[in-house]
T-cell receptor, first 111, second 114 residues
Framework: GIQVEQSPPDLILQEGANSTLRCNFS?????LQWFHQNPWGQLINLFY???GTKQNGRLSATTVATERYSLLYISSSQTTDSGVYFC?????????????FGKGTKLSVKP | DADVTQTPRNRITKTGKRIMLECSQT?????MYWYRQDPGLGLRLIYY???????NKGEISDGYSVSRQAQAKFSLSLESAIPNQTALYFC?????????????FGPGTRLTVL
């Protein structure tokens, strides 16, 4: 099945710094989503982005489907950005319509 | 009000007990999913349902069963709980068709089996 790899696995930032998280996937995808899992365990939808670029406030994401990767940019990071960021994909040819998750990037933003 | 709700939010139970986790949604979506998350890992699919009469096993269905009582309700049962089913459980929904397959997640149920 499709493989999803995220990097880096851990990231520590000082408040106000910028960061880029990467998601590589091994096959073509029909869906790609970015999530933020907060310290209480809740999964928050950030972007639905099978291709192209989107922006939402300090966050933006770009997916280059032909090269099988997606990037999540966080600018001017805040302590509330801490948590785990997951990339998840669907490949209808190889899955049951469920999202296949990477192992996540754990982000810690220090004040 | 939240679009996808799960009850209970936290549960501690003992080995061998039967337990049910419930999910309700007000998004009007046909598709519903149950996922499980173990510490330090992403989510894995337990069961999914594309409509009320369509229920399918996912990657890790052993030890679990489900019921789709209505379009809006999808329940997950552990018939005889065991400690390695201790995990965070998520329900999710999505609309129908490949062009509308963004998934939306509930707040999760933290289950501990002693």
């Amino acid at each position: 099945g499709i493989q999803v790899e995220q990097s880096p696995p851990d990231l520590i930032l000082q408040e106000g710094a910028n960061s880029t998280l990467r998601c590589n996937f091994s096959d073509s995808v029909n869906n790609l989503q970015w999530f933020h899992q907060n310290p209480w365990g809740q999964l928050i939808n950030l972007f639905y982005i099978p291709s192209g670029t989107k922006q939402n406030g300090r966050l933006s994401a770009t997916t280059v489907a032909t090269e099988r990767y997606s990037l999540l940019y966080i600018s001017s990071s805040q302590t509330t950005d801490s948590g785990v960021y997951f990339c998840a994909v669907i490949n209808y040819g190889g899955s049951q319509g469920n999202l296949i998750f990477g192992k996540g990037t754990k982000l810690s933003v220090k004040p | 009000d939240a679009d996808v709700t799960q009850t209970p939010r936290n549960r501690i139970t003992k080995t061998g007990k039967r337990i049910m986790l419930e999910c309700s949604q007000t998004k009007g979506h046909d598709r519903m999913y149950w996922y499980r998350q173990d510490p330090g890992l992403g989510l894995r699919l337990i069961y999914y349902s594309f409509d009320v009469k369509d229920i399918n096993k996912g990657e890790i269905s052993d030890g679990y069963s489900v019921s789709r009582q209505a379009q809006a309700k999808f329940s997950l049962s552990l018939e005889s709980a065991i400690p390695n089913q201790t995990a965070l459980y998520f329900c999710a929904t999505s609309d129908t068709g490949p062009a509308y397959n963004e998934q939306f997640f509930g707040p999760g149920t933290r289950l501990t089996v002693l």
